[in-house]
């Protein structure tokens, strides 16, 4: 017979499932607006599908697509390092759900490879061990299949639609990072960073070549992570809120 | 660059960061300064983004549909609307716009 606090476990693992399926399918979803931006930026279907499969981040990958959109080629380099500064964040990420996934190489890089925010978020709101690896490992593996098939749908639409602006697509694209960015608002420095970011890239924009003034404008948050100007006290890795 | 060489180097890059969470000694990444850094870097690059997005024609400052559009979508995320829904909805804004000016 199961003890109690088995049961408990047992409880928990599948409560970590549903919400793993939850968050996922939600996630899902806006892949279709990532395929579409994507291929109305110039990219083409394989290379829409190859961002979703490899870089598998959401905020990356709609950064390329948005310097790409607004640069063109010229604007690559920028385009590069605004996914990687984004992507960041993953590292942190990964030290704080390696010790949940279970060992083996293969497994790790499994791990690493679907380690974003919200395999990460829904993983560390669990409270045994178990609960912690199946939220991670069902989060992260419906995200991924129902992000590369979403994004695949979304550039098949983008690919037919023709004309971007009268879709109102441009807009689109910032409504996007608008909704990856809300739920990191909470606090004052985030707030007080994000002003100034915005600031500073749109005051840059005329002077310099597309795509520069958003890795300019990362400066900000060098310049406030290192001061903790407007923060609050010292604190360990933040929890994986927000979206992809 | 061609466009593949931007799509694998920046794919190579994003998941190189991943991978590097799984072999980098935990000490040196979860410094505080270093995990509030990358936290707040975050925030400004999609700062940014949002406002070379919604302001930025090539290196001229423009303000047309997007703007409002932008605002409808704060406006549903403030009201706990779903992703998918504030991105449609600022989509429509902005193309019922320019189909009426």
Redesign the interface.
């Given at each position: 017979m199961a003890e109690p606090a088995d049961e408990a476990a047992a409880l928990e693992s599948r409560s970590a499932a549903r919400t793993g399926w939850a968050v996922g399918v939600a996630t899902a979803t806006y892949g279709v607006s990532f395929g579409a931006l994507a291929v109305a930026a110039g990219l083409d279907v394989w290379q829409t599908c190859v961002l979703s499969l490899v870089m598998f981040s959401g905020g990356s990958q709609f950064a390329v697509v948005g310097v790409l959109a607004a640069g063109g080629v010229a604007a690559g380099p920028s385009a590069i390092a605004s996914a990687a500064l984004l992507g960041a964040r993953n590292s942190l990420y990964g030290i704080r759900v390696k010790p949940l996934v279970g060992s083996g190489f293969w497994r790790q890089v499994a791990a690493a490879w679907i380690t974003i925010d919200e395999s990460t978020a829904v993983a560390t709101a669990q409270q045994s061990p178990r609960a912690r690896s199946v939220g991670f490992w069902v989060t992260g593996l419906v995200v991924f299949v129902g992000w590369n098939l979403t994004t695949l749908v979304g550039a098949l639409i983008g690919d037919s639609i023709g004309d971007v602006s009268a879709w109102g697509l441009d807009a689109a694209a910032a409504a996007a990072f608008l909704g990856l960015l809300w739920p990191r608002l909470r606090r004052l420095q985030p707030v007080v960073v994000a002003i100034g970011a915005a600031v500073v890239a749109t005051v840059l924009t005329p002077w310099l070549q597309p795509g520069l003034p958003v890795l300019i404008a990362a400066a900000v948050a060098v310049v406030f992570g290192v001061t903790n100007l407007f923060g609050s006290p010292a604190r360990e890795v933040d929890d994986g809120g927000g979206a992809a | 660059?061609?466009?593949?060489?931007?799509?694998?180097?920046?794919?190579?890059?994003?998941?190189a960061?991943?991978?590097?969470?799984?072999l980098?000694p935990?000490r040196v990444?979860?410094r505080?300064?270093?995990?509030?850094?990358?936290?707040?870097?975050?925030?400004?690059?999609?700062?940014?983004?949002?406002?070379?997005?919604?302001?930025?024609a090539?290196?001229?400052?423009e303000i047309d549909?997007?703007v409002p559009?932008?605002a409808v979508?704060?406006i549903l995320?403030a009201l706990k609307a779903?992703?998918?829904v504030?991105?449609?909805?600022?989509?429509?804004?902005?193309?019922?716009i320019?189909l009426l000016t």
């Open positions: - | 660059m061609t466009v593949w060489q931007i799509v694998l180097l920046a794919s190579i890059a994003c998941l960061l991943k991978l590097a969470g799984y980098v935990a990444l979860a505080p300064t270093t995990a509030r850094t990358a936290d707040l870097l975050t925030v400004a690059l999609l700062a940014a983004l949002i406002a070379v997005q919604t302001l930025a090539g290196t001229r400052i549909a997007r559009a932008l979508a704060a995320y779903p992703f998918i504030a991105v449609l909805a600022a989509a429509l804004t902005a193309a019922g320019r």
